[in-house]
């Protein structure tokens, strides 16, 4: 079980640093960042990963399953 995070861990790493290239990419970016913005750039994040399958559930807010299901109002 423990050798599959390797191959997990490495498509992880390739797909960060495809969207690290692809906000290098864009002018609009390259303007706003900085030096050290730069240079604490890494493909080794995690933050955006849910690999334990815990979720949060906020009870004060309300699903949009009418709008999901049908579609946006034509």
């Given at each position: 079980m423990?050798?599959?995070?390797?191959?997990?861990?490495?498509?992880?790493?390739?797909?960060?640093?495809?969207?690290?290239q692809m906000v290098l990419r864009d002018p609009a970016w390259n303007k706003q960042l900085s030096a050290a913005d730069r240079r604490g750039l890494t493909a080794l994040f995690w933050?955006?990963?849910?690999?334990?399958?815990r979720f949060e559930l906020d009870?004060?807010?309300h699903l949009e399953l009418?709008?999901?299901?049908?579609?946006?109002?034509?």
């Open positions: 423990a050798l599959a995070l390797h191959p997990l861990a490495a498509a992880i790493t390739y797909l960060n640093t495809h969207l690290i933050s955006h990963l849910n690999l334990y399958g009870m004060n807010r009418d709008t999901a299901v049908a579609g946006p109002p034509q």
